[in-house]
């Protein structure tokens, strides 16, 4: 058991740091058994700390010092003090030079943080306190400072040695050693700083910048993927050209490179001028990639390439203030997205992920602001809460002031503070002197956890011809908050009239019809409003929340005659999908706990047929809305949820919608099938999603038909969506003989591709076939998984425990012995993973009793495991408290 608590660092307490680094000059030497980094300071008092006698404290983590030098002379060990985790020199000069040289052993490196090995290369991930790994540092953001980089190693094995800026130097060195100087003419913070260095090849292009100047692009990838560099060195140069027309940003040195790693504990890293990748957000192919994966590879290189302005250029003062560079940039790369695709199916997307996974974090025990006012381990912040929510907050003022007062806000912003670190006030601030407007009341969003909850009702009185809306808001408790202030919510909202005409939109009785609008954002900031429409003969039906304008939960009555209608005639895509999912939540919510052969809504089988004919809609939106709410969204919207009971109802709907609509199945299947070229357009990637979810549904009745069609496409797939549409099918069917003929002769197929065998792991474990818990201990003995590759443990263990709901909460609790096994298991050799995959557990107190205190014992064995990291004590802590 761990005896000490990790310290809580406060938002309250912060003071600017007592010394600031103007340049940094690193020299790391490379070897087999190890690395010696030289890193030599030039470090001065900063004027504005209070504290002018303060000893120099530069934070280390896992160093062995060989050296530290003053002004070039050694300083001997009395004159400096060493403890777990800083380095602290008593007596300096207001300005000085500062020699520090460290070993470091990145072959040892399972943590994944500061420098280690991946497939044999050296890289590093320094954000947010792996600087600190390498070498002694002020390793904070608000210490910004120019790096010089030289590195030294052996010149076979690693060829190629990369870091941030433009290369300077190069040359040949003695025993087969080479070395490339890199210079970073940008200031920045420590947690931006990138090595790489290994036997890479790279893929390159260029780009003009609207200024005319020639940037060089780069991808390095080990040599076996050299072909699946395409798609994200053009999602690339689509983002470029996007920040310069809607931003005004354009890249800044003359070389971008991103550079594909397999063992990485997130996604992507927008190290300045060198990202790293997690191999499986950057190649692809269309043997190997789906969709989903193609799409996700787009938004993730835009997203890092567009922190060069909101992240890099501009960054945050200190760790709380995480949602500045993350908030604005998941916002301007869900901008992106729906401007390459569909706006209505990206909404819908950013909307479900919301709903699902950020509602349900802002609801459990580490529920905590957009801006967190402390922490003890700041990995456990890169939240839901944090991206998904912080993006919304950006939206919320996007939408309040409108598309130009926002890009002149933007523009303040990114003027005002060129090479500062800041914090989420400064943003706000920018937006309200661009803009006149007064967002004071809107900075409760960053302050108050929680998701509000409107509740809505109305009224009409037929008479005067007058609707009434009444909104109220409530803002649940969070840890450590109660009595919450409203806050200001931007409210679209549209009235549909009898014929699901759009109602002009008149607040006054003596408007006009004519240049009334038909929908409106409604500005809440009381408790309570009641607004009045004039006007109306008859009720009209309202359009709630329109395209999700705040990220809150809607509360209101809706009759299943009113969603029907909803879902055929909303002008407003979004709720037209939501008007779907709330009509198919309402029917499934009934039968749980209902008695076997309760009846199934007939409006619904209606609507979904309508749907599966309807080829005028945008099919991409229709096929979202034939995919039924997640077992995930409905645990989160139940209280006390009892999961069996909810998959089981969820399980009885599907098979009678597949039932009942078996012919149109087959025939949509068929219409979205006509051979063609492969292609990666808007209109195929919904029709691969049309017959996939076509096939999916048959192959849950068993359907021969289904059955012998997913064979087929699984022999004849010409690309990757259709290939795991089939095997997705199989595998959740009762077909045993064709899954496993299927998975076999996949896994034989792609085994020496470690992305596509992190899919059949995953198809596996999200299956609550193919993947009960014997499997899925099956699996991690597989020889190709691996305890020390992030992605293979969370295509495992992380897929199971997310994704396979009835099996990871078996009654028997076995699901959650499993996962507690698993995070004792990682916390000693990857904590931060650790700390994530515990999620599902610490929502205990959500569940039916029977649940929550099996969830429960799992956590305090976990708790009460000796050597628990800082990560892990956090959150099983908090959880558990
Ligand atoms: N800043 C990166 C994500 C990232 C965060 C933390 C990491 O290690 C703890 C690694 C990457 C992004 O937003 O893409
Ligand atoms: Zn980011």
Same mark, same amino acid.
């Given at each position: 058991m761990r005896t000490t608590q990790p310290k809580t660092i406060r938002l309250s307490e912060y003071t600017v740091p007592a010394h600031l680094v103007d340049t940094v000059d690193l020299r790391f030497e490379l070897f087999d058994d190890g690395a010696r980094i030289h890193s030599t300071l030039s470090v001065r008092r900063n004027p504005e700390s209070a504290d002018a006698a303060a000893p120099v404290t530069l934070d280390g983590d896992s160093l062995k010092l060989e050296r530290v030098a003053l002004n070039g002379e050694d300083l001997a060990a009395e004159n400096y003090e060493e403890t777990g985790e800083q380095l602290v020199i008593a007596s300096v000069p207001d300005r000085f030079e500062l020699t520090v040289v460290t070993w470091i052993e990145p072959q040892n490196n399972t943590r994944l943080e500061g420098l280690y090995k991946s497939s044999g290369m050296f890289c590093t991930q320094c954000e947010a306190e792996g600087f600190r790994c390498i070498t002694y540092f002020p390793d904070r953001p608000d210490v910004m400072a120019r790096y010089r980089t030289r590195i030294e190693a052996d010149k076979a094995s690693c060829p190629v040695l990369l870091s941030n800026g433009n290369a300077v130097e190069r040359g040949d060195l003695e025993n087969g050693r080479h070395f490339v100087t890199w210079e970073d003419p940008f200031p920045k913070p420590s947690y931006l700083f990138g090595l790489v260095a290994g036997d890479l090849v790279e893929q390159r292009d260029t780009f003009t910048t609207g200024s005319g100047r020639d940037i060089d692009l780069r991808i390095y990838v080990e040599p076996r993927n050299a072909e699946k560099c395409d798609h994200a060195l053009a999602s690339l140069k689509r983002a470029m050209r996007w920040d310069e027309e809607n931003y005004g940003r354009e890249y800044d040195l003359d070389i971008f490179m991103i550079v594909a790693v397999d063992d990485f504990n997130m996604g992507a890293m927008e190290n300045k001028g060198l990202n790293i990748f997690n191999s499986s957000c950057v190649l692809a192919s269309q043997d190997t990639a789906t969709d989903l994966a193609f799409e996700r590879i787009e938004s993730i290189v835009a997203h890092e390439y567009f922190h060069n302005w909101s992240g890099n250029r501009v960054t945050c003062? *200190?760790? &709380?203030? $995480?949602? $500045? #560079?993350e908030g604005f940039t998941v916002f301007r790369d869900s901008t992106f997205s729906a401007d390459m695709g569909s706006p209505t199916v990206k909404r819908i997307e950013d909307a479900t992920l919301l709903r699902t996974a950020q509602f349900a974090e802002d609801a459990g025990p580490m529920a905590h602001p957009v801006?967190?006012?402390? =922490?003890?381990?700041?990995?456990? &912040? =890169?939240t839901l809460t944090i991206y998904e929510k912080g993006a919304e907050v950006v939206r919320m003022i996007h939408t309040l002031l409108g598309p130009e007062l926002f890009r002149k806000g933007s523009d303040l912003y990114f003027e005002r503070h060129d090479g500062q670190a800041v914090t989420t006030d400064d943003f706000v601030k920018a937006m309200e002197d661009a803009s006149g407007r007064d967002l004071s009341q809107f900075r409760l969003w960053y302050e108050q956890a929680g998701t509000p909850e409107l509740m809505v009702s109305d009224s009409h009185d037929p008479e005067q011809g007058i609707y009434r809306l009444t909104i109220e808001q409530r803002i649940p408790d969070t840890p450590g908050q109660t009595d919450k202030k409203p806050q200001h919510i931007p409210f679209a909202l549209g009235l549909l009239g009898p014929d699901g005409e759009a109602l002009p939109l008149m607040q006054d009785g003596s408007a006009d019809a004519e240049g009334a609008p038909v929908e409106q954002v409604l500005e809440l900031t009381e408790a309570r409003h009641t607004f009045e429409f004039h006007g109306l003969p008859s009720k009209p039906v309202p359009s709630l929340l329109r395209h999700f304008s705040a990220p809150v939960r809607v509360i209101y009555p809706w009759s299943r005659d009113q969603l029907v209608f909803l879902m055929s005639h909303d002008p407003d895509g979004f709720n037209r999908w939501d008007a779907g999912q709330r009509l198919a939540v309402d029917v499934i919510q009934s039968l749980v706990g209902a008695a076997e052969g309760a009846e199934i809504e007939p409006r619904l089988v209606e609507a979904y047929r309508a749907l599966l004919g *309807?080829?005028? $809609? *945008?099919q991409a939106l229709v096929a979202k809305m034939l995919q039924l709410p997640s077992e995930a969204y409905l645990i989160e919207l139940a209280d006390s949820p009892d999961v069996a009971a909810i998959h089981h109802a969820r399980e009885q709907v599907l098979q009678h919608l597949a039932t009942s609509l078996r012919e149109e199945l087959i025939a949509c299947y068929h219409r979205n099938s006509e051979a063609g070229k492969y292609e990666l357009t808007p209109e195929s990637i919904a029709r691969r999603s049309l017959r996939n979810t076509a096939l999916s549904w048959l192959l849950v009745i068993n359907d021969e038909t289904g059955r012998d069609l997913a064979v087929q496409q699984f022999r004849d797939a010409d690309n990757m969506t259709d290939r795991m549409g089939a095997l997705r099918a199989l595998v959740n069917s009762d077909y045993a003989a064709e899954r496993s003929a299927a998975l076999e002769e996949f896994y034989k197929h792609f085994q020496d591709d470690p992305q596509v065998v992190e899919q059949w792991f995953s198809v596996q474990a999200s299956s609550d076939r193919a993947g009960q818990l014997p499997q899925i201990n099956a699996l991690l003995e597989h020889s190709a998984f691996d305890w020390k590759n992030p992605n293979k443990i969370r295509s495992v263990v992380g897929v199971f425990a997310g994704q396979n709901l009835a099996a990871f909460h078996n009654p028997d609790g076995s699901g959650y012995a499993f996962l507690a096994d698993q995070v004792c298991r990682l916390d000693d050799s990857n904590p931060q993973i650790a700390a994530r995959l515990v999620t599902p557990l610490t929502?205990? #107190? #959500? &569940?039916a009793p029977a649940y929550g205190s099996l969830m429960r014992e799992s956590l305090e064995r976990i708790r009460d495991k000796s050597g628990l990291s800082a990560d892990l004590y956090e959150v099983v802590h908090k959880s558990l408290g």
């Open positions: 003062r *200190d760790w &709380f203030q $995480l949602s $500045l #560079k801006r967190p006012a402390a =922490y003890m381990e700041i990995s456990n &912040f =890169y *309807d080829s005028t $809609l *945008d929502r205990w #107190k #959500k &569940f």
